[in-house]
């Protein structure tokens, strides 16, 4: 029997005039909404960030499942109905991406694929080892050892009680986006697949953040910086249903929270305000980081920005893990592959805790930024504001990592997988450079001010000639600029869903059209540009 069919949020984040109340941005909104079938329900409207940030997210509902080609469809259609009133300067649809191979099931949160094959990760400490982090504990003074007194934000599926988690975590400061409530608590519900929740992922807040900061198994995991503290935030239940609107959210949360750093397993199309929010924790001191991807071929948003750090995985032997999206936006790499970490058992219920080999990038990242805390408590956050100044913290941290001999580079190492594999005790002994030494330093992604060529091609991994030849064969070369600037977002989404769209611009020669038809999750203005091109 089929599963009922409920209304289902669909998200666009627009950005109005400063004049402009919820009243009046709704009302915008409900007369484009009637103009676009399938589309119905009050419209919602709740503001982006700080009270006073004008960037708003508006919720209307229709009945296709979330990650369906005809609710992608129907998303863009209405960012393009309202980008056309002329009332918003941005207007961008939030819609969810698997920003993984649905096939290759690796995704950093199900299993540890062909693990009990590789014989060097049977130690549960084969990580730690691999980043010198003993050393790096030695060369730490008592007070600071471990991470004490580093607060780590966490926009992931929440937390629970887990033996191999046991961190501080600061239940007054976290927060569920998905609720809207205080608890961030992960409720654990069994992996059961949904037409609504085609894969969901409970346990994965937990599972990175054992990575973090856990207290260990008593059996030689732990992890990075256990003295750390976590606030987390429960922002995503399933890997095809991570709102970039919610992420946004969270990481203005952590700032609020005075977190010193952003830890994001995860990944997706991005849009502006998950940028901005980005940059003002940023400017405020903070070190952000994200997943690069699994199995997609892509570097997914956030990692994909210049204002936070991508990571890519490596498995043992500094072997570079084929499943790790990577590219020349790839800052630097950690481990990732048949790493150890809190699982859980879903056989039994309540499913048993359990610790387990898992692969994913995102388990790099969480290396990393249990790495990054160490680093902060070492120097001392305080002492790098004092230093260096507030907006430049994330700068010296990454001025580090690209020191010579922070990061391991074996033999045969790709760049693409950023400058090395990080290695803990040799970032803490590295010394702190001028200030002179670290302006302007930032992640490899593409900038702010880049345009839509340029952005693609960080995400993509292509020549901005190649991207620039592929948006003219795709969108017609006539007006071609203003055409990229209007459908970025829905290309962008396209080329993550869609390995045959993708085929276009990755093989020169090969058109995005080849197929005879543009994707399904296309939006009819996109088609009608495509069909007159």
Same mark, same amino acid.
Request: proline share 7%; with cysteine.
């Given at each position: ?14 950005? $109005? ?53 005809? /609710? ?79 607060? &780590? ?37 069994? $992996? ?36 750390? &503290? ?108 048949? &790493? ?19 692969? %994913?990038?995102? /388990?790099? &990242? ?43 580079? $074996? #033999? ?64 017609? $070369? ?10 970025? %977002?829905?290309?962008? /989404? ?12 990755? #093989? ?26």
């Amino acid at each position: 029997m089929s599963e009922p069919r409920a209304d289902q949020p669909l998200l666009i984040a627009v950005r $109005p005039d400063d004049e402009m109340t919820d009243l009046a941005v709704a009302a915008i909104v409900a007369e484009a909404a009637a103009r676009v079938a399938g589309v119905g329900g009050p419209v919602e409207v709740r503001r982006l960030g700080p009270d006073g940030q004008r960037d708003r997210i508006v919720t209307v509902r229709v009945a296709d499942a979330i990650g369906s080609p005809t /609710y992608a469809s129907t998303a863009w259609e209405l960012t393009h109905v309202l980008q056309d009133t002329g009332d918003f300067a941005v207007a961008e649809a939030d819609v969810p991406v698997r920003a993984f191979d649905p096939e290759a099931r690796a995704t950093g949160a199900f299993s540890g694929g062909d693990c009990g094959a590789d014989a060097a990760s049977e130690d549960h400490g084969w990580a730690l080892d691999a980043i010198g982090w003993q050393d790096a504990l030695a060369a730490m003074d008592p007070a600071t050892r471990g991470g004490a007194g580093i607060r &780590v934000g966490h926009p992931d599926s929440g937390f629970s009680d887990h033996l191999a988690l046991g961190a501080e975590v600061d239940v007054a400061a976290d927060w569920d986006l998905i609720d809207d409530d205080d608890d961030a608590t992960d409720p654990l519900r069994p $992996p059961n697949v949904t037409f609504f929740n085609p894969l969901p992922n409970p346990g994965h807040g937990t599972s990175t953040a054992s990575v973090i900061l856990g207290k260990g198994d008593g059996a030689g995991f732990s992890g990075v910086a256990p003295e750390a &503290v976590l606030v987390p935030f429960r922002a995503t239940e399933s890997v095809v249903q991570v709102f970039d609107s919610d992420v946004a959210a969270a990481v203005h949360r952590a700032r609020a929270a005075g977190c010193h750093i952003v830890s994001m397993s995860l990944g997706g199309t991005g849009f502006f305000g998950l940028r901005e929010a980005i940059q003002q924790a940023v400017d405020d001191g903070m070190i952000v980081m994200a997943a690069a991807g699994n199995h997609v071929g892509v570097v997914t948003a956030p990692a994909s920005y210049d204002n936070c750090i991508a990571v890519a995985a490596t498995g043992t032997g500094d072997s570079m893990w084929p499943g790790s999206s990577r590219g020349a936006a790839v800052d630097v790499s950690a481990p990732g592959a048949c &790493v150890w970490a809190a699982g859980f058992d879903w056989n039994v219920s309540p499913p048993n805790r359990v610790v387990e080999r898992t692969d %994913g990038t995102s /388990y790099a &990242v969480a290396h990393l930024a249990g790495v990054s805390a160490l680093w902060l408590a070492h120097h001392g956050h305080a002492e790098l504001v004092r230093r260096f100044g507030r907006h430049r913290v994330q700068a010296v941290f990454l001025h580090q990592v690209r020191a010579p001999g922070v990061c391991a580079r $074996p #033999l045969g190492w790709d760049d693409d997988w950023g400058v090395g594999r990080i290695d803990a005790a040799a970032l803490l002994s590295q010394p702190l450079p001028d200030v002179s030494e670290v302006d302007g330093a930032r992640a490899f992604g593409a900038p702010a001010q880049a345009g839509p060529v340029e952005r693609i091609a960080a995400i993509t991994n292509v020549d901005p000639r190649r991207v620039r030849e592929w948006l003219a064969d795709t969108l017609g $070369p006539a007006d071609l600029d203003a055409r990229a600037e209007r459908f970025e %977002g829905e290309l962008v /989404y396209l080329l993550l869903e869609d390995q045959s769209f993708r085929a276009g611009l990755a #093989l020169p020669g090969l058109s995005a059209f080849s197929t005879g038809a543009p994707p399904a999750a296309a939006s009819p203005q996109l088609r009608a540009t495509m069909a007159g091109r």
